[in-house]
């Protein structure tokens, strides 16, 4: 297994404990990960501004990993939803991938022929690697944590970009992903509720209003940690974790942590190859596990 | 929220427009039903948003109180009213026709402009210095070089380069 590993503009700055336990566990799990350094961003904030110049990024990124011949890793799941989507336009359209070559080519030099495909990491996981050797891998006993899940939206909506591999009103993924390295993926309220990372820039105090809930619901519902797959659903509820208490006078301090990160742990990698100290809500039950 | 709606405000051809724009084609499909408003996320925190509203007050052709509104800067496009929408009105690429509308029209929120500034300026969200360059090196990761070319002749081409900020800002997460 060979994929290019998409970045994006979050993970490489704000979330590189969770960049980190990714190279890591694909390297221990026999997935090999390509640096393309001409990626750029993926034209995601692009969409409500310009429709055309965030396909032209997304098509110039496909064409990076095009070049290479190898598929795209995506940690992010904004970036993964962005580039699947063009990526499927473009594929399925042959007038509309030609006028935009015929753009990226004048603005590039480069040319997307429509013959890669896009995946998240936890969805490589899932779907490549697969649960039983994640299972068999394993070293560590994470048997005493309880965990929620937190998918976000754009690890798995709309369906028809990331293939229907995940039920969109009851995904199961990251639960078996989560069970599948021995601890507990527990329900609580608003599993399925968005970060509100989108509407951060446009209206702060709005946006933070849905990390709160969720950070409640977690809370109320006896969870260890969040798990998350994705660097902007984490900068909602781990960075703005400290700023939500205060607005809201209320104390929820619930570690946050990236999917590789347990994983890796579980693999028996050490506390510093999954960037734990980069982790801003400490989890007293990890650090001991890991001890 | 205000008020009777003035027949002299609305534009017939405003439901038109949104439907020949990427992501709007499916606005006439809307019976209102409200599952998009029942579903949505933002709407759950405040009231200021409310999906149903919006696309109602687009059919019904009220074109500049849509465009230069806040509100249509506040979905977080999670997609949950996309996925249940029984009509397949697909509002989450319905929204974002409706804001690269607004765009044209001179109405791009602030936070919106300070993106295309940065992504023209360093072609990522997050400008990577030596500083952040130092911290990755600290950890085993490696450099990342910033390479803001393409999307400047992209930018040129598209014309997006307009839209930018004459001088460098930043957004922080």
Redesign the interface.
């Known amino acids: 297994m060979k994929y290019a590993l998409y970045l994006g503009c979050t993970a490489p700055v704000r979330a590189m404990n969770y960049e980190l336990a990714a190279r890591n566990t694909a390297s221990r799990l026999g997935i090999e990960l390509v640096d393309i350094n001409d990626f750029g961003c993926c034209g995601f904030p692009l969409k409500s501004v310009h429709h055309r110049t965030a396909l032209l990024l997304s098509a110039r990124n496909l064409a990076l990993a095009e070049e290479q011949g190898v598929d795209i890793c995506a940690l992010c799941s904004s970036c993964t939803g962005t580039l699947a989507e063009a990526n499927h336009t473009l594929q399925a359209n042959e007038g509309l991938r030609q006028s935009v070559n015929a753009e990226l080519e004048a603005t590039t030099g480069r040319q997307y022929r429509g013959t890669i495909q896009v995946r998240h990491y936890a969805r490589i996981l899932y779907e490549q690697v697969g649960l039983d050797r994640i299972r068999e891998a394993v070293t560590v006993d994470l048997s005493g944590l309880r965990l929620a899940a937190h998918y976000g939206c754009h690890y798995l909506k709309p369906v028809e970009v990331h293939d229907r591999f995940d039920d969109p009103e009851n995904p199961h993924s990251l639960d078996r992903l989560i069970e599948a390295v021995g601890a507990t993926s527990i329900y609580y309220e608003g599993r399925d509720q968005c970060c509100g990372g989108g509407i951060l820039g446009a209206d702060e105090a709005t946006a933070l209003g849905l990390p709160r809930l969720k950070l409640e619901r977690a809370v109320a519902a006896g969870a260890d940690a969040l798990v998350v797959v994705c660097p902007f659903c984490d900068i909602m509820y781990e960075l703005q974790q400290r700023r939500i208490e205060k607005m809201y006078e209320t104390r929820f301090n619930l570690p946050v942590i990236f999917y590789p990160q347990l994983l890796g742990l579980a693999l028996g990698l050490s506390a510093a190859e999954v960037g734990l100290g980069l982790n801003r809500v400490k989890s007293r039950k990890l650090l001991e596990i890991v001890s | 929220m205000d008020s009777v709606v003035d027949a002299n405000q609305m534009d017939p051809a405003f439901v038109s427009e949104i439907a020949a724009?990427?992501?709007g084609e499916h606005i006439r499909r809307c019976f209102a039903c409200g599952t998009c408003t029942a579903s949505c996320?933002?709407r759950?925190?405040?009231e200021?948003?409310n999906p149903r509203r919006i696309i109602h007050m687009a059919v019904l052709g009220l074109r500049e109180a849509v465009l230069s509104s806040?509100f249509i800067?506040?979905?977080?496009?999670?997609?949950?009213c996309?996925?249940r929408c029984p009509q397949d009105v697909r509002i989450?690429e319905l929204?974002?026709?409706i804001?690269?509308i607004a765009?044209r029209e001179g109405h791009?929120?602030p936070?919106?402009r300070?993106?295309?500034s940065l992504?023209e300026q360093h072609?990522?969200?997050?400008d990577?210095t030596s500083f952040?360059n130092e911290?990755?090196t600290e950890?085993?990761?490696?450099a990342?070089?910033e390479?803001?070319d393409?999307?400047c002749?992209?930018?040129?081409?598209?014309?997006?380069d307009a839209?930018a900020e004459p001088e460098e800002t930043g957004?922080d997460?």
């Open positions: 724009e990427p992501g996320p933002v759950e925190v405040t200021r948003y806040d800067w506040l979905c977080s496009t999670c997609y949950a996309y996925e989450t929204m974002h026709a804001k690269n765009v791009i929120h936070s919106f300070a993106q295309v992504l072609g990522r969200l997050y990577i952040e911290r990755r950890q085993g990761l490696p990342i070089l390479r803001a393409d999307f002749r992209i930018f040129a081409t598209t014309g997006l839209l957004v997460g």
